[in-house]
């Protein structure tokens, strides 16, 4: 069963940073990218970052453009999201995610709904 684990989320201060990891399991099944999404209250997914897995191309929501950065570690099966300079507005549950979709990351976006198998999501807090 495929299994995607977040860690890394928390509480910190605006223009603070955070690095955020998800682990995928070894047994997931061939995927095209994997995905960051995150989520407010009362609002729906928002596409974060993604990384395609084929030439490392990434691609970010133009509100986190320049403050976050997505890398992977193949040898980890890991990916990460590194966000800096955060504001309140980052605050929300961010999730990890994989498609099988292979054009699921693009330059035109990263819909949720292409994206098949999904973690439970890691809490970050900006707060003062």
């Known amino acids: 069963q495929v299994q995607l684990v977040e860690s890394g989320g928390g509480l910190v201060q605006p223009g603070g940073s955070l690095r955020l990891s998800c682990k995928v399991s070894?047994?997931?099944?061939?995927?095209?990218?994997e995905a960051w999404f995150r989520q407010a209250p009362g609002k729906k997914h928002e596409g974060v970052s993604c990384?395609?897995?084929?030439?490392?191309?990434?691609y970010f929501a133009d509100s986190v453009k320049g403050r976050f950065t997505i890398s992977r570690d193949d040898n980890k099966n890991t990916v990460y999201l590194q966000m800096n300079s955060l504001k309140p507005e980052d605050a929300a549950v961010y999730y990890c995610?994989?498609?099988?979709?292979?054009?699921?990351?693009?330059?035109?976006?990263?819909?949720?709904?292409?994206?098949?198998?999904w973690g439970q999501g890691t809490q970050v807090t900006v707060s003062s």
């Open positions: 995610a994989i498609t099988t979709h292979p054009h699921a990351c693009s330059a035109y976006g990263f819909d949720p709904d292409e994206y098949d198998y």
């Open positions: 070894e047994d997931a099944t061939y995927h095209y990218a």
């Open positions: 990384i395609r897995t084929d030439d490392t191309s990434t």
